[in-house]
Each structure stands twice: as C-alpha cells, then as structure tokens.
C-alpha cells in the first residue's frame, strides 16, 4: 500500500507564491509519474503538472510559466513550486502517484487565493 502526505496549502494574497510538497512511502514498485492534480468547486479534477522519471515534465497550459514541478527520486517526494497565483487557481490539489499497478491519491490541500 501506498501513503501520499501532501503540505504546502494554505491562503495567499494574488501574485503570491507557494510550494507544494508530496511524499510517498510505502511499497512502492516503480513509479511511472508522481505529479499534481486540482479541483475546484464544482469543476472536474484537473491536471496541474506531472513529472516522469526520466525528466519529462508535462504542464496545463494554464498554469505554464508559473508552475514548477520537481521530484527527489530517492526521497519518492514530488514538488510544486507555484508563483504568481491568481484567483482562479483556488482549489483542492491533490497529490498523484502512478506505478505500474494503479493510480494513487494524496487527501488534498486547500490553496486559496484571495484577489
């Protein structure tokens, strides 16, 4: 079983900046991407950012050039390093692991941005 502890929510003023951080434990096999997800009220989850382990980053477009994604592989810990928030990125994230059996799903941190 697989554990995701996420930190890093919290409220921020528009324009500000926060980092995320997720760390896996647990039997893990081989992770095929460890990335980010977000929900806010009344939308359906969304990608933020996911990073393979070969390097490869993957962006929603309405986040990129704001969003940084980073992982330390020997910590099995995923980062996201977000800046110039803005209203709109208000939601529940959500941490995901993927292995070669299944999908995982940290409980999720409240970011807010106040405008």
């Known amino acids: 079983q697989v554990q995701l502890v996420e930190s890093g929510g919290g409220l921020v003023q528009s324009g500000g900046s926060l980092i995320l951080s997720c760390a896996a434990s647990g039997t893990i096999f081989s992770i095929n991407a460890m990335g980010w997800y977000r929900q806010a009220p009344g939308k359906q989850r969304e990608l933020v950012a996911a990073?393979?382990?070969?390097?490869?980053?993957n962006y929603a477009d309405s986040v990129k050039g704001r969003v940084t994604i980073s992982r330390d592989n020997g910590k099995n810990t995923v980062y996201l390093q977000m800046n110039s928030l803005k209203p709109e990125d208000t939601a529940v994230y959500y941490c995901n692991l993927k292995d070669v059996t299944r999908d995982y799903w940290g409980q999720g941190t409240q970011v807010t941005v106040s405008s």
């Open positions: 990073a393979t382990g070969v390097g490869s980053t």
